[in-house]
């Protein structure tokens, strides 16, 4: 999609010198996709100025040819030169190109000039390689790493779903939260994926940081309105996160150090057919909890233990067994720990003593084996088998005891432990077909067996000779899930595309069997060079959703399946857009609007809180419906020394629930109505970059509640409302980061607002105090008033990467 | 004991951040309040009153309302101030105000709750005793057990409400001393007085202490024995010894009160805004804000029934024998029994 990022690069997945003779048949195809099958074939890295191939389209025929002699078929008569040096193909222009100066957005230290080193880049073998105006896709995405490390995040930690954040169309929710709303839809109506297996937990400390290490990342997939048949199973959006295979011409790697947590990435290969990469990531922030609660614990009796950490760690491995095969496995671990409590001992008369023990641990694990397989040179299958688990477990633990002269008087002491987790075993084929030049085929099938355990609580006590053990009526769901689905990238003329695809699927729980049915088509019609206009339908059908009590990512939330009345989720969606591309290639803007129902949407009802905890979660819920509907806008400048983008979103999005505000409709709580997002990557020179991003949109929707009554027992309460009947003041913010390069590596300076905006994502209820002094008499007068509740203030950081 | 370490770490964020004072621009109505707490037997008392912009200071101080008119119906008829519900009524009051409307709301007076056993053993743990000169001493920790069978009501949602007291006045004067009181409860031994507390809320810390409200979900329309724990109860008497037959006549009430499901969720809903963290993720926007339990048509007032079911378990037979014990023991001055 992103046509002048400046050196895209497309590398194999492994080396085989001796794959080099290939079978390829082409005729008037575009150069960039014909490359996509020779890369498959050969395993080898290509390397070229991204706008190179514009418009290029190629005939060729051969069977079982070398590598040079269908490079020569190809560009033979052109002004393109190719050059096969060792693993790498380098193709550049034989007379001066209007090559841009600079890289796209992805400026940071992944680009560098010299052409050499591009081979050494981040992998793109992404299906948005192309740009808007030549595909069929609308509100599709994709960013590499680069792009995702550019933009300045809160401690400088590169984040992959902050910097979808910047996408027109979705809202970031909660201010520094990896949250993401897309186009009017929930927090658990986005599908995160990693290599193609979905991930539940996607967030660290609460949703501060997400969960994708970006130094283990090559690019992300994000489609929102024309959502290609191989996805379903969530009502808004499709991120798919592609992580790096490791480079096959050597180890390579990076070392960062940040203000919150340090990375360490390695990759490379091992042996001629073997290519790995390992990334970890872990938070430090214990060197300042640990130095803190030593220091206040040497001033007090009570002994308080804290102790709060995240981690991720990915693994990639990728063999070539042959020129037609190439197998893989994939490993993810990310996992938050929270561990706390006291301990006081104290000795009057009676020893006593109390503990109380808080533990939290809550992430996902991921393992991923599979096999791609070339049949023909129209045909492959890529067979996978994975599984996911997500889990979190919570457990409090509190004893006292009382002792006189070393005998026990009084002994107490209760635990309550709480488990939640979903397993998942997966498996899948994708196949791709190209029957014509003008037709990609793709189809494939899948199994999952989920097992849910939603909540699983076992609460203990024990005094003397009284036990009590206590567990929760709540027990494991297992559920399967069958899917396929086929659709055809059908270039039905020059001017004419279109994306025609469905997905079905059942789900099987609690003897009952959902089915559904989700048809695509999206439909592309250029009437001139570089304007497209588009048109799409979707349907989409969630099966899972889940439960939350805040817009914090906390171990608590729970993934729920379809059981009891409920039933899959479903949301229709048609969206149309324009879109225009300047003839170098250095401009693009784009114009998309979308309407979307969602049906059997499930949110918690009035006054769920006071339903029993342990009753069967369907009691808390009520069942209902939701629009959303919006334009979005979008101006890019992907070449020079200064490239960003700017987008505008209007967009209206609410909520009808029978058991919610009375039954009327209301306004989502991110119903952001006005949205504007600004990036700009400013390359100074080769070794200074400046990034600036700003922010700004409607206040989100907040349920104010100005009014109080005085209960039974004299305290005053808050009077109902409408739910979210109060938009907060406008939002808006300004992030700087600047970079630094030297020979090593690079420092990355980053202040997160920037100008110190107090932007408010709360009014709540409080009081101040007035002190009046008077001759002999000091009064402290306490009055009710509304404040304002702002989060972050201006937040430096700093990081320092060293490369290797 | 309630302790947020979670949130002390997940919150840390707010903490970072500010309040600042600010008005937002809202029209509000002021709208009727009705509170009523209804028990079977005595006479009804409802207060009405009006709500109040929050930052309204002179609204907080007076929001009382001059000109309101309250109607009672029971069963459908009007009834008068001599009117005495009884369990089973169907209760309906209506109040009016020519500047504020009118609200409403109903209650029906719950049925009694059925109390098939009730055993209480205390067991002494720490004396002091004195049982000659002019005055008869006894100063004693014990803690209690109490099993206390129910039936409950009907097949249909029911609540109830424990509680104990001393039905003994503490008093005091210049020839006797005494007192007595239950101790601590052990809440966590009872698990429906757990019934409403959440998960974040249970692992985080928080506990039922002085929560003794609890629904029939786990037991619908069977038998449930309450197991109660006392832990530290004492008794303090010093009278003239020629009193002493007369003092030790003390004991506890134990009520089991049968309540309307309104003075449920009533409590519940304090719980939660207090105690729970519900109201914490609401105060910093992190989560949606609680609204006030209410019942009432405006959605300001509780009106809320219960029917007092009530058995006393006099102390007299376990503090004669304990007293008959220790005197049995070789003369002394002074005795003292430790356990």
Redesign the interface.
């Known amino acids: 999609m992103r046509l002048n990022i400046l050196f895209a690069m497309m590398v194999a997945v492994s080396i085989s010198l001796n794959a080099r003779n290939v079978t390829i048949h082409a005729v008037d195809r575009p150069a960039a996709e014909v490359f996509q099958d020779l890369m498959t074939q050969t395993g080898m890295n290509f390397g070229y100025p991204a706008n190179l191939l514009d418009g290029i389209t190629v005939t060729v025929s051969a069977s079982n040819q070398s590598l040079k002699s269908v490079l020569k078929q190809m560009f033979g008569g052109t002004d393109i030169e190719f050059k096969i040096s060792g693993d790498n193909v380098l193709l550049k222009r034989s007379t001066l190109a209007p090559v841009p100066a600079h890289p796209a957005r992805s400026g940071i230290p992944y680009n560098r000039v010299d052409t050499a080193k591009q081979l050494d880049e981040v992998v793109v073998v992404s299906r948005l390689e192309s740009p808007a105006v030549e595909t069929s896709e609308i509100g599709a995405s994709k960013l590499t790493a680069g792009e995702i490390t550019s933009i300045p995040v809160i401690f400088g930690e590169p984040d992959v779903i902050k910097a979808l954040q910047y996408r027109p169309g979705v809202s970031d929710g909660?201010e520094?939260m990896a949250g993401m709303y897309v186009h009017g839809g929930n927090a658990d109506q986005n599908l995160y994926m990693l290599d193609n297996v979905p991930l539940y937990q996607v967030n660290h400390?609460?949703g501060?940081f997400s969960a994708f290490n970006v130094d283990a990342i090559r690019y992300i997939d994000f489609f929102t309105s024309s959502v290609p048949a191989r996805y379903d199973g969530r009502l808004s959006s499709f991120l798919d996160v592609r992580t790096s295979h490791g480079r096959p011409d050597g180890h390579h790697g990076s070392v960062k150090l940040g203000l919150t947590s340090g990375t360490f990435n390695i990759g490379g290969p091992i042996g001629s057919r073997t290519t790995y990469n390992v990334a970890l990531r872990r938070s430090w922030f214990e060197l300042l909890t640990l130095p803190m609660v030593a220091i206040m614990n040497s001033a007090t009796e009570d002994h308080i233990r804290?102790r709060?950490d995240f981690m991720d760690f990915n693994a990639n491995i990728r063999h070539r067994f042959s020129d037609s095969t190439t197998g893989f496995i994939g490993f993810y671990f990310g996992n938050d720990e929270?561990h706390?409590?006291?301990n006081s001992d104290s000795d009057f008369g009676y020893a006593y003593c109390d503990n109380?023990k808080?533990d939290?641990n809550w992430g996902n694990i991921m393992a991923q084996a599979g096999v791609i397989q070339r049949f023909t040179s129209d045909l492959s299958a890529e067979f996978t088998a994975a599984f996911t688990r997500y889990y979190s477990g919570?457990?409090?633990a509190?004893s006292c005891t009382i002792k006189s002269n070393g005998d026990t008087?009084?002994s107490?002491w209760?635990r309550?432990k709480?488990a939640n987790s979903i397993n998942d075993l997966i498996g899948r084929g994708d196949f791709t077909w190209r029957p014509s030049d003008n037709s990609t085929v793709r189809f494939g099938a899948g199994f999952t067996l989920h097992s849910f355990l939603p909540?699983g609580?076992r609460?203990e006590?024990s005094?003397g000779s009284?036990n009590?053990e206590?567990r929760d009526s709540t027990w494991r769901y297992m559920a399967g899930e069958f899917n396929a689905y086929i659709e055809d990238d059908w270039r039905i003329s020059d001017r004419i595309m279109a994306n025609i695809g469905l997905h079905t699927s059942l789900f099987h729980i609690d003897g009952r069997t959902h089915g559904g049915l989700s048809p695509r088509l999206s439909v592309c019609y250029r009437p001139i060079d570089g304007w497209a206009v588009k048109g799409a339908y979707t349907r989409t059908v969630q099966y899972v959703h889940q439960l939350s009590?805040?817009?914090?990512a906390?171990p608590?939330d729970r993934w729920i399946p379809i059981t009891g009345t409920l039933r899959p989720q479903t949301a229709d969606k048609v969206a149309l857009g324009a879109y225009w591309m300047s003839a170098n290639g250095e401009w693009s803007a784009s114009v998309e609007g979308y309407y979307k129902w969602m049906h059997n949407l499930v949110d918690?009802r009035d006054?769920y809180?006071?339903r029993?905890?342990?009753?069967m979660w369907n009691a808390a819920l009520t069942v209902g419906r939701g629009t959303a509907r919006g334009i979005d806008f979008m101006l890019e400048r992907t070449v020079g020394p200064v490239t960003g983008q700017l987008a505008y979103s209007l967009a209206w999005s609410d909520r009808t629930f029978p058991d919610k505000n009375q039954g009327k409709t209301f306004p989502a709580r991110f119903d952001n109505r006005h949205a504007i997002k600004l990036l700009v990557n400013w390359r100074i020179n080769r070794k200074v970059d400046i990034n600036v991003a700003w922010v700004g949109h409607s206040g989100n929707r907040?349920?104010?509640?100005?009014?109080?009554?005085?209960?039974?027992?004299g305290?005053?309460?808050?009077?109902?409302?409408s739910?979210n009947n109060?938009q907060l003041p406008f939002y808006h913010r300004l992030d700087l980061s600047f970079t630094v390069r030297n020979s090593r590596g690079y420092w990355n300076f980053g202040l997160y607002n920037a100008y110190c905006r107090?932007n408010?994502?709360?009014?709540?209820?409080?009081y101040?105090t007035v002190t009046k002094f008077s001759p002999g008499v000091v009064s402290v007068d306490r009055?009710?008033?509304?404040?304002?509740?702002?989060?972050?203030?201006v937040i430096p950081s700093v990081s320092y990467t060293w490369q290797f | 004991m309630r302790y947020p370490y979670l949130f002390a770490a997940l919150l840390a964020l707010p903490l970072a951040g500010c309040y600042q004072e600010y008005q937002p621009e809202v029209d509000i109505q002021p709208v009727l309040c009705i509170n009523s707490i209804i028990t079977a037997g005595e006479p009804v008392e409802v207060e009405v009153s009006r709500t109040w912009l929050y930052s309204d200071v002179a609204g907080e101080r007076n929001h009382s309302v001059p000109d309101a008119c309250v109607t009672i119906t029971a069963n459908g008829l009007p009834v008068g101030e001599d009117y005495i519900p009884v369990e089973g009524d169907q209760i309906h009051i209506l109040a009016t105000s020519q500047r504020f409307g009118q609200a409403e709301a109903s209650v029906t007076v719950p049925r009694s709750a059925q109390v098939d056993t009730l055993t209480v053993t205390p067991r002494f743990t720490d004396v002091w005793y004195q049982n000659d000169y002019d005055y008869w001493i006894i100063d004693a920790d014990f803690d209690m057990s109490v099993i206390l069978t129910l039936t409950d009501i009907d097949k249909g949602d029911n609540f109830y409400h424990y509680d104990c007291n001393s039905y003994r006045e503490l008093s005091s004067t210049e020839t006797m001393q005494w007192y007595l009181s239950p101790g601590t409860l052990l809440y966590k031994a009872v698990p429906v007085f757990s019934d409403h507390i959440g998960l974040l809320e249970s692992v985080g810390g928080a506990d039922a202490d002085g929560f003794t409200f609890f629904t029939d979900r786990s037991f619908a329309n069977e038998s449930y024995t309450l197991r109660l724990y006392y832990h530290n109860a004492r008794i303090r008497i010093t009278v003239p010894v020629d009193s002493a037959a007369e003092a030790i006549q003390c004991g506890f009430n134990f009520d089991l009160n049968s309540i309307s499901p309104s003075y449920y969720n009533w409590v519940n809903y304090v719980w939660q805004t207090t105690m729970g963290y519900i109201g914490d993720l609401g105060n910093v926007g992190l989560g949606e804000p609680a609204p006030g339990y209410s019942n009432v048509s405006t959605g300001a007032g509780v009106v809320a029934a219960r029917a007092v079911n009530r058995h006393s378990i006099s102390l007299a037979p376990f503090l004669q024998a304990l007293a008959d014990s220790l005197d049995a023991l070789p003369p002394s001055s002074d005795l003292y029994m430790e356990r």
């Open positions: 909660i520094s400390f609460g501060l804290f709060y929270l706390s409590g006291d109380d808080y939290f919570m457990s409090n509190e008087l009084y107490e209760s309550i709480t909540s609580t609460y006590y005094t009284l009590v206590a009590q805040s817009y914090l906390l608590s918690y006054e809180y006071l029993p905890p342990l009753e907040f349920t104010l509640q100005p009014q109080s009554w005085e209960a039974p027992d305290d005053q309460v808050p009077l109902r409302t739910v109060y107090r408010a994502v709360a009014i709540n209820r409080g101040k009055y009710p008033v509304f404040r304002k509740v702002s989060l972050l203030p």
